[in-house]
């Protein structure tokens, strides 16, 4: 019986996080909080495009919504 070789490596605990974090530190300096709110952003403008989709997926399954969301939109000013 063989065990594949990724079996005896699992996930980093604590101290390999530790080591990791000084070795990212060390590498990316001051350009940590640039390369962290830039994740952010992405991952904000992931979760709008999932909403949007939802959103649009649910007008589709229901057409009355459609319809409802319409008329909440502000008509538009002469």
């Known amino acids: 019986?063989?065990?594949?070789m990724?079996?005896?490596?699992?996930?980093?605990?604590g101290a390999e996080w530790i080591i990791i974090l000084i070795i990212a530190v060390l590498?990316?300096?001051?350009?940590?909080?640039?390369i962290a709110r830039g994740i952010g952003k992405s991952i904000m403008e992931f979760k709008k495009g999932v909403k949007e989709v939802e959103d649009d997926m649910k007008t589709i399954d229901d057409p009355a919504q459609k319809d409802d969301n319409a008329s909440k939109q502000d008509p538009p000013t002469p």
């Not at 990724?6 to 605990?13: D, K, S, T």
């Not at 590498?27 to 640039?34: N, W």
Request: glycine residues 16%; positive net charge; hydrophobic residues 45%.
């Open 6 to 13: 990724l079996a005896f490596m699992g996930l980093p605990g």
């Open 1 to 4: 019986m063989t065990t594949p």
């Open 27 to 34: 590498i990316f300096g001051r350009r940590l909080p640039e």
